[in-house]
């Protein structure tokens, strides 16, 4: 059975999923930007772009999720008036590393599954490590103190986030 077997017929064709990945990067940084501070507990909020950028990382494989994450990085980056580069490094980092956990036709089973939030987790954290470390300035706070508020908060709310998606695949798979 082919690997694209279980992609509806618009998204087997490549242009077609880049097409649908970049236009669901700019609604996710729009809804980031614009409404999540609505949803934030003290300043936290889940990184959606980090979601979209573990899921292409497990659909496309790893190249493919690497570069999402640096583009959707430094789209993001752009559409927040942040310092330039450090979300475009730390998503290309989190997609390199959910890469690895690509198999070939059984993207939606790891989607699907607690596996899922599991890589998110993973990915987020590793993510966090390296935005925050060049987010924070040396003298302000301490790394360790300023990445167990910021860092670990956003992890969870992430790997919260990321159930919606795992759930309506899930659902999807049942029907």
Same mark, same amino acid.
């Given at each position: ?56 990382? *497990?659909?496309?494989?790893?190249? /493919?999720? &690497?570069? +999402? $994450? #640096?583009?959707? @990085?430094?789209? %993001?980056?752009?559409?927040? !008036?942040?310092? *330039?580069?450090?979300?475009?490094? /730390?998503? &290309?980092? +989190? $997609? #390199?590393?959910? @890469?690895?956990? %690509?198999?070939?036709?059984? !993207? ?68």
């Amino acid at each position: 059975m082919s690997p694209l077997a279980d992609r509806p017929a618009y998204m087997s064709n490549p242009a077609m999923r880049i097409i649908a990945y970049a236009v669901t990067a700019l609604t996710l940084s729009v809804v980031h930007v614009v409404f999540l501070r609505f949803i934030s507990v003290s300043s936290v909020t889940p990184d959606l772009l980090l979601i979209l950028t573990v899921w292409i990382s *497990l659909v496309e494989g790893q190249f /493919a999720g &690497t570069l +999402a $994450g #640096f583009t959707s @990085g430094l789209l %993001f980056d752009v559409a927040s !008036a942040d310092v *330039l580069g450090t979300n475009a490094l /730390a998503k &290309t980092i +989190a $997609g #390199f590393v959910a @890469g690895y956990f %690509f198999r070939e036709g059984m !993207a939606m089973q790891i989607i699907g599954s607690y596996r899922f939030l599991l890589i998110i987790t993973l990915s987020g954290f590793l993510h966090n490590i390296v935005y925050f470390f060049f987010y924070i300035q040396p003298m302000q706070v301490s790394f360790l103190t300023f990445f167990l508020t910021y860092g670990v908060a956003t992890t969870l709310y992430t790997t919260v986030a990321a159930v919606f998606p795992m759930l309506f695949v899930n659902r999807r798979q049942e029907w």
